[in-house]
């Protein structure tokens, strides 16, 4: 049985690092909080902000101080399901995964427990802080994140319930900017993403699936192309000061002929190029390790894809700033303390 994507749009493969010899030592300080660190998945944290900001552009909403009340609970309710993630595969983990911080005996479960508890009550209230409509979608997608890592997640309900999630995430950030159903085309392309990347790794451990990396790699080419191509209706405000090139302001292509254009274009780009290789060689060689790989690709390309469906939505400056995420996360991956800390 794989341990399946973790809650939001980060999904949580199974611990392939060699484990440390086993102590019964007390852990110091800053081993504790490298355990926490470890658990909570920090540099995937980079990740999750871009939801809410393509929601607030899909919405014609502008990434202001307002907005950073939807992050905070998209990031608290990610982070929520990443430790009940490992609190409901405490006793696998016990088995196949030892050196993980709850069966290494360095988080005890019931403080990873109360900590899941805690993140999300904050979660829901961050976003009770930026208006009922933002609470209003915020709560079932708190209750897909409990649902899929206590029940659903070894189902085959489980990447329908994931990209669920990281729909839900992205209609948060569009809820508190005013209109969810502007929002819906961007979050069912985002889900369509997560979906594939879910199915993947089903089968990072044990390998032998060539149909889930196919079909990845297709669902990849599609959405591509639907984010360049397609037309998107923008909200009433930006839609009135569209040039008739924008992205969505004219049917037939035109956001190869604008900057707004370009960027979108460019995004896509960086987004099938992230996720379309290792699923490519995943699929011609459906071992762990590339199986592996292709799930890490597919993480890492959620966030040039979150900037491109910002960019198709008229939103530049916000996808530029989706887009940077990127590079953040990485250069905070490769401080000391993170090495050891794995995205998926």
């Not at 969810?180 to 032998?208: D, F, K, N, W």
């Not at 591509?224 to 569209?242: D, E, Q, S």
């Not at 780009?269 to 690709?297: C, D, E, I, K």
């Amino acid at each position: 049985m794989t341990r399946a994507a973790a809650p939001l749009l980060t999904l949580v493969g199974r611990d392939t690092t060699p484990a440390p010899p086993a102590t019964t030592e007390k852990p110091s300080a800053p081993n504790r909080a490298a355990a926490w660190a470890e658990l909570l998945r920090l540099p995937a944290l980079f990740t999750v902000p871009g939801d809410t900001l393509a929601g607030v552009a899909a919405a014609g909403g502008r990434p202001d101080p307002r907005a950073l009340l939807p992050i905070g609970s998209s990031l608290c309710l990610y982070a929520a399901g990443m430790v009940l993630n490992d609190w409901a595969d405490r006793a696998e983990d016990a088995v196949e995964r030892p050196h993980r911080p709850l069966p290494s005996g360095r988080v005890r479960p019931a403080a990873a427990l109360t900590a899941a508890c805690g993140l999300t009550g904050a979660g829901l209230l961050l976003a009770a802080r930026a208006g009922r409509p933002a609470l209003a979608v915020a709560a079932p997608l708190a209750a897909t994140v409990w649902a899929y890592d206590l029940a659903l997640k070894h189902t085959p309900a489980g990447p329908a319930a994931m990209a669920a999630a990281r729909g839900l995430d992205l209609l948060m950030g569009a809820a508190a900017a005013g209109s969810v159903r502007a929002a819906a085309p961007s979050a069912a392309l985002l889900g369509c993403h997560t979906l594939a990347v879910t199915a993947v790794s089903r089968r990072e451990t044990t390998g032998g699936s060539v149909a889930a990396p196919l079909a990845a790699l297709a669902a990849t080419g599609a959405l591509t192309r639907l984010v360049t191509h397609r037309r998107v209706r923008l909200p009433a405000g930006r839609r009135a000061a569209a040039a008739p090139g924008l992205p969505g302001s004219t049917p037939g292509g035109g956001a190869r002929t604008t900057p707004a254009g370009a960027v979108t274009a460019a995004l896509a780009a960086a987004y099938a190029a992230t996720a379309a290789r290792p699923y490519f060689h995943a699929a011609l060689n459906p071992s762990p390790p590339l199986t592996q790989r292709a799930v890490g690709g597919g993480i890492r390309a959620t966030v040039p894809l979150q900037a491109a469906l910002a960019a198709r939505s008229g939103a530049t400056a916000t996808s530029l700033l989706i887009a940077a995420l990127a590079p953040a996360g990485r250069l905070f991956a490769r401080r000391r303390a993170m090495r050891k800390v794995s995205i998926t």
